[in-house]
């Protein structure tokens, strides 16, 4: 914006000196026309008039483009207080006591389905296993299992040719298997 103003200033100072310059260049003429010597100082003059035209055409765009500049700069104003009052809307409806008491819930949802994943994976510390197997003790210390004795006298021998007996009749009882089409 200083920027603006500063080139603005110059080209008005440049505007006066041109201004000045013409002044100097129609009583040059004036007095050349006298002396019969006019057309040198009528193309000077002519040239000046353009130079004054472009600076005051420099100045106005200047202009334009410092209000364009200044509409740009409320517009942003605008849309922050638009945004502070969204911001101040939004404070007045969640407060903070809202805010921990979410994300406290959050949290603990996010606990619960942890437990969840755990014992869907089947992965138990060795702590869950410790208490498992306490428990396991506990149930199986309350009763008297009834197991048969384990014979004490040596099984008799087996002779090879009955071992491979019941293997071949297994192996005939079974169906062949047949491909099936996918």
């Known amino acids: ?76 104003i605008e849309g922050l207080k638009v945004g502070n009052d969204c911001l101040k809307s939004m404070h007045e409806i969640m407060s903070i006591e809202d805010v921990e008491r979410i994300l406290d819930e ?27 197997l306490a428990e396991l003790e506990a149930i199986t210390q309350g009763e008297d299992v009834a197991l048969p004795e384990v014979p004490t006298e040596p099984v008799p021998e087996v002779p090879e040719a009955a071992q491979a007996e019941p293997e071949r009749r297994a192996a005939k009882n079974k169906p062949d298997r047949e491909m099936l089409a996918a």
């Open 1 to 76: 914006k200083a920027q603006l103003k500063q080139q603005r200033d110059k080209l008005k100072q440049y505007q006066k000196r041109i201004t000045v310059q013409l002044e100097k260049e129609r009583l040059l003429a004036k007095q050349l026309l006298k002396d019969g010597k006019h057309c040198c100082s009528l193309r000077k003059k002519r040239y000046q008039d353009q130079l004054l035209d472009k600076t005051e055409n420099q100045i106005s765009n200047l202009s334009v483009q410092d209000i364009e500049f200044m509409q740009i700069e409320m517009k942003v």
């Open 106 to 132: 959050t949290q603990e949802a996010i606990e619960y389905q942890r437990q969840i994943d755990e014992m869907l994976a089947g992965s138990l510390t060795q702590e869950d296993e410790d208490a498992v």
